[in-house]
């Protein structure tokens, strides 16, 4: 990955450093296989970084000037960048970019200058994840199937619905349903998916017969020939399906069903999760399943399931 054309022409870097930070993407992409979203969003965010260093030093900045960088210009840059709105969640992001491409000038031989690691990380407030409950997930998955309601062709809905029984049947990102090719449809007698997730970890994960049917179904009214390396879910002419089609989805499936704003794509990812923790799967199992690096991810699931327990305990006991 780099920039390219008017991209570069918004960049306000000198050359040596434009170099670097094609290099840097490039790194991020082919050896750490990063995630689309997460390389525009570092790349947003040193673009905002360069800005700013033209703004100081009254030209395009160099590696040089990257070397003479002290802790105070980059508290600047960041109170910049809040004075610009920026919330918490999104300066820790930057910061975090900034110490992965300034340790990747290090290793270069490029860069002698440890002054954005005495910059603080912003604390970032506990998010917990909101899951739909079981009854609301099934309302969303079976109303996805009614395409015909909405004015579209039939083979639409039955994709739409094989789609987000994968999400939440298999707890997938919807990035990692998207990127699914034909070959890889998990048709009897596979009943399992290999998954690719952030960081290029790989993860193996079961599959419901009721997603192999779906996705049976599926393929069975497709109007398209697909090849082994076509995308296995395909939109209205044929090309890759785009994650907007189901977001725009659910967000229909919102107000017709009386479902919170939380509800997204990725909420039944984390209704995946959740509702197998309440029916007593282990932690470590979860994660496996999930793709967490780290048990202190999965854990999150934790606090959700605690305040549902707290909930029913409320509404049950006899004291209450």
Request: overall charge positive; hydrophobic content about 40%.
């Amino acid at each position: 990955m780099s920039l390219h054309g008017d991209m570069e022409a918004l960049f306000p870097a000198a050359p040596d450093a434009m170099a670097t930070v094609n290099g840097w993407l490039r790194f991020l992409a082919d050896q750490r296989s990063y995630a689309v979203n997460t390389l525009d969003a570092y790349k947003r965010d040193l673009r905002q970084l360069y800005t700013f260093l033209e703004g100081h030093f009254g030209h395009p900045a160099s590696i040089a000037d990257l070397n003479c960088l002290s802790p105070q210009i980059l508290r600047a840059f960041m109170a910049s960048r809040r004075e610009d709105g920026a919330g918490n969640r999104s300066l820790s992001r930057g910061i975090s970019g900034l110490r992965s491409y300034f340790r990747y000038l290090e290793r270069a031989g490029q860069l002698k200058n440890r002054a954005v690691l005495a910059v603080a990380l912003p604390k970032v407030p506990l998010s917990v994840p909101r899951p739909l409950t079981t009854k609301k997930t099934n309302d969303l998955i079976e109303e996805s199937g009614n395409s015909v309601l909405r004015g579209q062709e039939k083979w639409i809905g039955v994709r739409d619905r094989a789609v987000l029984l994968l999400l939440y049947g298999a707890g997938l990102r919807i990035s990692e349903a998207l990127d699914r090719r034909r070959a890889d449809a998990p048709l009897p007698p596979r009943d399992i998916l290999r998954v690719r997730g952030k960081g290029g970890r790989e993860r193996i994960v079961p599959v419901l017969p009721s997603i192999q049917q779906a996705i049976e179904q599926y393929l069975a009214c497709v109007p398209y020939n697909l090849s082994a390396d076509d995308p296995l879910f395909v939109g209205q002419k044929g090309g890759r399906l785009s994650p907007r089609i189901l977001q725009l989805l659910i967000a229909r499936m919102r107000e017709m069903l009386g479902l919170p704003e939380t509800a997204t794509p990725h909420a039944l990812r984390h209704s995946f999760a959740t509702h197998l923790l309440g029916n007593g799967a282990d932690l470590r199992a979860i994660q496996e399943l999930l793709g967490h690096s780290s048990l202190s991810t999965t854990q999150i699931y934790t606090e959700v399931d605690r305040e549902a327990l707290l909930r029913t305990y409320d509404r049950a006991h006899p004291r209450r």
